[in-house]
Structure formats: C-alpha cells, structure tokens
C-alpha cells in the first residue's frame, strides 16, 4: 500500500467529514475548495478505499469513512496533546521568574533551591526582589513579581499565602555579652541591657507589638534601625542586643554573634509562599514554586531542620 499522504490530508478530511461539506471545510481550514478536495482524493488514493459518497447536493462518509475518521480525530486530538505538552516543557527551560522575598529568606534557605533549579534550568533567569515584608506583599499584589516568600500576607483577600516554615525569634548578642551563655532568657529580663529593634515598617516588629500588646515586658529601646540586617552590625559592635527571626542569625559557630532562646512569651513567625489568587503562574514561576513548596514544607521535617538552625 502507498501510504503517501501526511497531516494536511488527514486535517482536511477530518473537517469535510465534521462539516459534511466540501465548501464548509475549505472555509473552515482556509483551503480553496478545489485544493480541499485533491487533499481528499490524495488521501483515498493512499488508502485504497473511498471515504465519501459523493452527489451533486451532499457528501456522506462511506461505512470504512466513519471508522475511519473517529481514528483520524483521535489521532490528530493525541497529536495536538503531545504538541502542547512539548510547549509547555519548552516554554519551561528558559524565561525569566521574579520572586519577591524577606531578606531572612533569601539568606537562609533560598540560595540552596536556587542551585539546584539553576543546575536543572540553566536558561531560566531569576531575578531576586529582596525587601521588607510589606514591600514584598505590594511587590505580588501589583503583579511586579510572580510570587514570594513572606512573613505576612495571610488576612490580604488578594493573596493566597502557603506557610512552608515555622521559626521562633531569639535574642541575637555579642559573644561577649553577659547573655551569651545563657539557654534561654526571658522578655522581662531584656530590660536590665540596652536593646535594638527594627522600626514599625518591619514586618518582624508588627508580629512582636502584636504578640506583646497585651504585655507589660515590652523593653524600652535605644537603637531602631529597618532592617534586621542593621541591627546585627550593631550587635557585632558590642551596642547592644536585639530580638530577631532566628534565620537571620549566621550559620554555625559565628566568631561575634550569639543567640540565646527567648521565653514568657515564645514568639513565632510563619514563613510562607505568597502569590496573587486567580493568576496562574508561568511554567517557569511554576517549578520554582513548586521546588521551594517541596524543599521546605511545613511539618515534622521542618521541626528539626529549625532546631540545629541558626542561619539566616
């Protein structure tokens, strides 16, 4: 048998036999009528059988013609699958995801995932958008970032927030400091030192005026700065302590910084994916998301990777 034919006859017959009309057909896939049927009649020759009864007013699949086309829709149907699933794939290993994210985020955790996307996307660019916690929030809600990684975002309707890790803040303190080799200390006795805090844009300090609105150990301060990254520089000069996530602490022995755990009260903060609901992600953004959702999700496992933590 000759089986020379290709997609273009088989479309072609696919539409006249949908259509039941030559005419209809070629409009359909912007053919003159005339070079619709040769695709037809191509066809047919190629198989050996007639496909079409044809009249003068009307054309009807032949008995072979009607099994025949339920395959050819099949097979063009599982074609196109195929096709856009190669774009979808291909779409994915290149392009470029914005991810907006706190600055303890993107010390910690987020250079290790970056490593092994990249290693697994090499032509996907990430630009990073590392900000406070309400910037980063504005950052998803006006679409300028894919999505993010966030401490706040959960009472914002426009946003659908993922928690992935849940941390407590510690007392950062020079080596030096009388703190230093303490296991815990509490709320009430950071009033006998001179204590740092972030100023009332921080999102960490939102979650500690509120944790604490009802409290009567609120130390007073002699240092506000913004960002926790700040702080610790004024901790390492011996200026005194300040509470912060502890992600934002070194890794590791550090040769100036130390934490001790902080009690009555615990406060802990929530770390999770934002993205804007009703957006879908790019195929890009997509296995970025998806590799941090798994890297990290919130649970057992995350319970013990925080308490050998002191990083950032």
């Known amino acids: 048998m000759n089986m020379n034919f290709d997609l273009a006859d088989l479309r072609a017959f696919v539409a006249v036999a949908e259509l039941n009309s030559f005419r209809a057909a070629a409009d359909s896939i912007h053919l003159s009528q005339p070079a619709l049927s040769r695709r037809v009649e191509k066809l047919e020759l190629a198989l050996g059988v007639r496909l079409f ?19 050819a829709r099949s097979l063009l149907d599982d074609l196109e699958r195929s096709l856009l699933s190669m774009q979808a794939v291909a779409a994915s290993q290149q392009g470029e995801v914005v991810i907006a994210c706190v600055p303890s985020a993107v010390y910690y955790f987020l250079p290790k995932v970056l490593r092994t996307f990249h290693e697994q996307y090499p032509r996907i660019r990430v630009r990073i958008i590392d900000d406070g916690a309400n910037a ?3 950052s998803v809600a006006k679409g300028d970032a894919d999505f993010g990684i966030n401490i706040i975002g959960t009472q914002e309707p426009e946003i659908a927030f993922q928690a992935i890790l849940k941390e407590p803040f ?11 080799g303490r296991r815990q ?7 006998n030192y001179d204590f740092m805090t972030v100023d009332k844009s921080s999102g960490n300090r939102l979650l500690v005026d509120l944790a604490l609105a009802n409290s009567d150990v609120r130390p ?3 240092f506000e700065a913004r960002h926790v990254s ?21 890794q590791g022995e550090h040769a100036t910084l130390a934490q001790v755990a902080l009690v009555e009260p615990t406060i802990d903060r929530n770390v999770g994916l934002i993205r804007r609901n009703g957006r879908e992600l790019s195929p890009s953004a997509r296995k970025l998301y998806e590799l941090i ?11 013990a990777r925080a308490d050998t933590a002191s990083g950032g």
């Open 53 to 71: 009864e044809r009249t003068t007013r009307s054309v009807s699949l032949t008995a072979v013609g009607r099994d025949f086309s339920r395959k």
């Open 230 to 250: 700040t702080l610790l520089g004024l901790v390492e000069a011996g200026l005194g302590i300040a509470v912060v996530p502890r992600l934002s602490m070194p």
């Open 136 to 138: 980063v929030l504005e």
């Open 293 to 303: 959702e798994s890297t990290w999700p919130l649970g057992g496992g995350q319970a």
């Open 185 to 191: 200390v509490s709320w009430a006795e950071l009033a």
């Open 220 to 222: 007073s301060w002699c």
């Open 170 to 180: 510690v007392v950062a303190c020079h080596r030096d400091h009388p703190l230093a």
